[in-house]
Every structure is written in C-alpha cells, then in structure tokens.
C-alpha cells in the first residue's frame, strides 16, 4: 500500500528520518529484528511471571499479549511505501519503502488533511490561477526563488563582452587591485555595483565599447560608459526574464503580467523576512547578472595564463563527491566493526 506525505520544504531531512525508519523495521533487520526478538522474550517472561505469582492468567491476556498483538501485527508489522512530495525542493516524489502501516497512514493522514484543506481554501477564497496559488508561490517558494537569482546570466554576447570590459576597468582595476582613495572595503561591500561606480567614478580609465547595432568599436571613459552600460542591464531586465525565470523554478501561468507580479511580491516577502534592505527582484537580478559577468571576466584572466577556468556548479559537484565518498567511508568502517568486533572479542577473552 502507498501513502503519500506532503511537505513545503525540508523534504531531504523527512528523507533521512523516514530512510531510516525503513532501515529499521526492514525483514530481518540486522538491528531491529534482534532487538524485537528480546524485547518481545524478556516482556512475556514478564507477563508471564507476574500471572503466575498473582495467580491471574487475565493480566497475561489483557496487559500484554493482546496489546503486544495489536500493536505488531496491525501498525507495525505490515509494510508500505511512503511518497514525500516537496512542494519545494523537490522536482518529483521520491519513494521509501519498508515503512510501518501504523507510521505511514497516520503521517499522511495528517498530511494530506493539510493539504487538501488548504487547496479548497484557495479554490473558493483567491482568485482562480492554479498556476500562482500560494501552494505553489508561497514564501518558500520565494526562498527558493531567491536562490535561484544567483544563476541569472547576461544573455546578450555583445552586452556581456561590454559588461566584463567595464568591471574589469571601471571597478576591478582602480578599486579592488587599486584601491583608490581607500575604496577597496567600500568596493567589496557595496550591494550596487554600477550605483558605486555613479558615486564614484574613476579617472583616467576607460574601456573599448562594441556598439549594440554596428558592432562599431570606439573608447569611452568610465563616466560614459556607465550609462550605456546600465543601459544595457535594464534592457536585459524585461518581462520576458521574469517569466523565464519563473518557469526555471516551476512557477507557470499563462497570465504573464500576474505572473511577474507574484513573483516579485513572493520573492519581496522572503527577502524581508531576511532581514534584506533591497527587496526589489530586478536590483537582485542586475546584481547576480554583473557578479556572473566579473566572474566571467575573472576566468578570461585566468585564460591568458593558461589556467583552467573556475565553474561554480562543477565546484560545488566536486564538494558534494567529497561528502559522499567520506559518508561512504563512515558506511564501510562501521560494517567492518560489524564483522571484526566479535572475532576481536572472542581473541582478547582467549
């Protein structure tokens, strides 16, 4: 029998619990079998012993033998398969077996109450988009959203090859490697790229700007490429982003304009619950687009020193390995202490 078990958020942690609940009351459990076996001996030597000595075989029947059969046989003896379903972090349920009866059904029972409950509520009380009720766009969802904004990529070639030239001289060179008048702290805190550099603006420096239309290449100076270039960055920011980006984190509705709307209250109401002064998606979105593009410009560094280029998500692939193949040492040390620990016990006692 299968039960299912919603949740928003948290999916992995039920995950683990629920794994290791199917570990333990699996057939023939190397641990919970033995254990149950003396549980179950030691309880009816018991029950046994306090019947006899009381001269009442009732007590036997009534305070241990049935409730023991009860409860064993009918809540945690049959096996069933659990279904978590993240409304969040999870892409499609993921399943585990071995689960009690007993625990499955009254967890999704529970559950799947909330769940329902709630979806009635919004099919009468909001407004009918299914595609933006808050089971789908709520604040997890915006956390997850918020997430998410650090993937967002210039897309334009000629607007990222101008971006990367512009931080490079404009911000990187006279303010981080410089340090001019002492901004480099300032520099390095500062949640307003372009908006710094405004205030700002380095002498002296300037970059080779490539024309949106002709492809033309002319010099600029800092102070007037940042307006094209800021320019450029609003014209990445559109409608069109949002709604990309909606459906990048599995938000979709065909009315658009509600579309980004949501998204943009979701995403504010997370970032306020965090405690963030800029609460505004787009300011998010340009900020990640130009970091992105620093990055990039870092890498094209990195190249003309035939160094390899730093990817973020193979780094991160890279940590999540480490963590798995250390998991799995642990795994292989405790199975060896499994087998070695009797033959070890028998030598010393020898």
Request: aromatic share 12%; proline share 4%.
């Amino acid at each position: 029998m299968d039960y299912v078990i919603y949740t928003f958020g948290g999916g992995d942690l039920l995950w683990h619990v629920f794994n290791g609940i199917g570990r333990v009351f699996a057939s023939n459990s190397e641990y919970f079998t033995p254990v149950g076996h003396l549980a179950l001996t030691i309880g009816g030597i018991w029950a046994a012993t306090r019947a006899i000595f009381r001269g009442n075989i009732g007590i036997f029947a009534m305070e241990w033998f049935f409730p023991s059969i009860f409860i064993f046989t009918l809540l945690f003896a049959p096996k069933s398969t659990v279904w978590l379903k993240d409304e969040v972090s999870m892409s499609a349920p993921v399943k585990v077996d071995n689960i009690p009866i007993g625990i499955a059904m009254f967890a999704s029972l529970s559950s799947q109450t909330s769940y329902f409950v709630s979806k009635m509520l919004e099919n009468h009380l909001l407004p009918a988009y299914e595609g933006l009720s808050s089971r789908k766009t709520g604040i997890m969802f915006g956390a997850k959203a918020v997430a998410k904004i650090r993937d967002v990529q210039i897309h334009d070639p000629v607007t990222l090859t101008n971006t990367k030239e512009f931080l490079r001289q404009c911000f990187m060179k006279p303010y981080i490697i410089g340090n001019i008048l002492g901004k480099k702290a300032a520099a390095q805190q500062t949640n307003d790229i372009i908006g710094f550099i405004e205030q700002n603006i380095p002498n002296n420096f300037g970059i080779y700007y490539r024309e949106p239309s002709n492809l033309a290449i002319s010099f600029k100076s800092c102070r007037q490429a940042t307006p094209l270039i800021k320019a450029a960055i609003h014209k990445e920011l559109n409608e069109g982003l949002l709604t990309k980006f909606a459906a990048a984190i599995g938000v979709q509705s065909d009315q658009s304009h509600m579309l980004s709307q949501r998204l943009k209250v979701m995403t504010g109401d997370t970032l306020k619950y965090l405690q963030r002064e800029q609460q505004d998606i787009h300011e998010w979105m340009k900020q990640a687009m130009l970091l992105n593009a620093n990055r990039e410009s870092y890498d094209d560094w990195r190249e003309k020193f035939s160094l390899s280029r730093i990817y973020p998500n193979l780094v991160s692939m890279h940590a999540i390995r480490g963590l798995f193949q250390k998991s799995f040492s642990y795994l292989v040390a405790g199975e060896m202490a499994a087998h070695m620990m009797p033959i070890l016990q028998s030598v010393f006692l020898h």
